[in-house]
């Protein structure tokens, strides 16, 4: 299993553009989570999704979509990119049940975003 | 309320010592504290997580302490190895419905051979 994996790893962009972060897991998890880390800051919820066809809003949505029509991708679309979008992405997968006790997010090796 | 305030920022320790890092939460719903360790240029991975029904998780050097009273848990690294050295972040969630993590802001950690 290759686990989550994003890509680019790196991107910068101008001012005004847009661009989608990749994000895919292998573990046929339910739950998918976008998360943005910025420095000397912890991880803040940009948008999350129960399933397929599901996704609702975290703390920081703002500046952001989201889709998920399948259960291994939840991509990340940026449309206006601002300044206040540098920051490092991570995508996380979990799966969890109504009675779950537990939970373990997975996270992807992040891509760093710079706006220009 | 939905704050998790982490301290301190960074820690340097000898190896061999013990490091110990704080947490505080303000929602009182919560009933999950996981802690997430991340290397430089990684995602953060699940270290150890606490149930606040008990006072104390023990996984081998790491240990996690919850206050339930006083809405605070804390990590305690025995016998502290330099390949400890990294960020270690605590959070804060509801296990019903979709788990949003809430993060406190990190704490650098060092450990000095």
């Known amino acids: 299993n290759a686990g989550v994996t994003q890509t680019p790893k790196f991107r910068i962009l101008k001012i005004g553009q847009s661009m989608t972060l990749q994000c895919t897991q292998d573990?046929?998890?339910?739950?998918m989570y976008w998360y943005r880390q910025d420095p000397g800051m912890g991880l803040k919820l940009i948008y999350y999704s129960v399933g397929a066809g599901i996704t609702d809003k975290g703390e920081v949505p703002n500046g952001y979509n989201v889709s998920r029509s399948t259960t291994e991708d939840f991509p990340l679309r940026l449309e206006l990119a601002a300044p206040s979008q540098t920051s490092v992405y991570f995508c996380?997968?979990?799966?969890?049940?109504?009675?779950?006790?537990?939970?373990?997010?997975?996270f992807g090796p992040g891509t760093r975003l710079t706006v220009l | 309320q939905q704050q998790v305030k982490q301290s301190p920022q960074s820690l340097i320790v000898q190896k061999g010592g013990i490091s110990i890092i704080n947490c505080a939460y303000e929602?009182?719903?919560?009933?999950?504290f996981p802690w997430y360790q991340q290397f430089p240029g990684k995602g953060p991975a699940l270290l150890i997580a606490?149930?606040?029904?008990?006072s104390e998780k023990k996984e081998g050097r790491f240990t996690i302490s919850f206050n339930k009273s006083a809405k605070q848990f804390s990590l305690h690294i025995m016998d502290s190895q330099p390949g400890d050295s990294a960020t270690y972040f605590c959070?804060?969630?509801?296990?019903?419905?979709?788990?949003?993590?809430?993060f406190g802001q990190g704490t650098r950690l060092t450990i000095n051979p």
């Open positions: 996380a997968s979990s799966y969890s049940t109504p009675d779950s006790s537990t939970d373990t997010q997975y």
């Open positions: 573990m046929n998890h339910n739950y």
């Open positions: 929602n009182t719903a919560f009933d999950y």
């Open positions: 606490i149930r606040p029904d008990v």
């Open positions: 959070a804060a969630t509801l296990l019903q419905g979709a788990q949003k993590l809430v």
